[in-house]
């Protein structure tokens, strides 16, 4: 049987030999179980030809499974100390490359302008570090990176969050920023005994499909994500008073009334039943009504 990286005797192994100790604060929790990665890298859609770029590459654990089943891996990683160890665990590999940076500083669309060919398909794949899952996935779509998908491992709460539907719990601001990029689908729930060390959620896969284009038309941006945001402000409230008291200092709520009437949206409801259509609607009334 091939010695892999993820598994716990080895994972042990190279721990001990480098003196490792995992660091909380930047949400090391590595992979040990083979069976796992595979699948993450079977619902990512990865083939020989494809490129790969890796978020948080730990010891290797998932980046030696992309080596192997694809055409190159860029792996981004922030904790010096693991630069060393990388070089040993994978030093069989020469379709690997490390960057020593925060991915949340990275030009991640210059790096894949300089790795890759304009030809190949290419996929973001991680097992990511909890303390920053959003903004790192926020990042990622909005920079419009020219990728296919991005298939995380994260807390199953949040990738509930990112693929939820409209009337559920989980249903929310992140929700309509995500499906605006992304076809977000939860693959598959990820038991904890599969991290070392376990963390204290559950885990999940989550696939986000890049769209060519969003699913609905919005005049601005900016501004539609703060009718989200303003709609989601206090779950409980109503459309119309969370809207009334987001714009308190900006519009009077004679115009907030007029512009649910016009985009014709029962402003009782509350935002957790609007779908993104029809948070398109809202924001482009408003847009227009008040500008
Ligand atoms: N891929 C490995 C595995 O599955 O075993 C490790 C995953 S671990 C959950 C997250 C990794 O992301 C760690 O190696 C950590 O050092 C790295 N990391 C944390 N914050 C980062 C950041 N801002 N930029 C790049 N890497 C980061």
């Known amino acids: 049987m091939t010695n892999y990286i993820a598994t ?32 993450i890298i079977k619902h990512a859609g990865i083939d020989k030809q494809a490129g790969v770029i890796e978020i948080g590459p730990g010891i290797g654990a998932l980046t030696e499974q ?19 160890i990388l070089k040993d665990t994978l030093h069989g590999y020469n379709n690997f490359e490390l960057i020593h940076q925060d991915i949340l500083k990275a030009d991640v669309v210059q790096v894949i302008r300089k790795h890759f060919t304009k030809e190949q398909n290419i996929h973001v794949v991680a097992n990511l570090p909890y303390y920053i899952t959003t903004p790192i996935l926020m990042k990622l779509v909005r920079d419009k990176l020219p990728v296919s998908s991005i298939t995380v491992m994260i807390q199953k709460e949040v990738a509930e969050r990112m693929a939820a539907q409209p009337n559920t719990k989980s249903y929310g601001s992140l929700t309509i920023a995500l499906q605006y990029y992304t076809e977000a689908e939860v693959a598959m729930p990820v038991p904890k005994s599969v991290f070392m060390p376990q963390p204290n959620v559950d885990s999940a896969i989550l696939k986000l499909e890049m769209r060519e284009r969003p699913p ?13 945001k303003a709609s989601f402000a206090q779950r409980r409230k109503t459309l119309q008073n969370n809207l009334k008291s987001y714009f308190k200092d900006r519009y009077d709520k004679d115009v907030i009334h007029n512009v649910l009437e016009k985009s014709g949206i029962d402003g009782k409801r509350r935002g957790e039943s609007l779908d993104i259509g029809e948070f398109a609607r809202l924001a482009n009334t408003f847009f227009k009504e008040t500008k």
């Open 8 to 39: 716990p005797t080895r994972t042990k192994a190279i721990l001990n030999k480098y003196g490792f100790s995992f660091k909380k604060s930047l949400g090391q929790n590595f992979l040990i179980d083979v069976n796992v990665l595979r699948n």
């Open 216 to 228: 609905v038309h919005v005049e601005d941006e900016d501004f539609f994500f703060n009718i989200v």
């Open 66 to 84: 992309l080596a192997i089943h694809a055409d190159k891996v860029v792996a981004f990683e922030i904790d010096q100390r693991l630069l060393p």
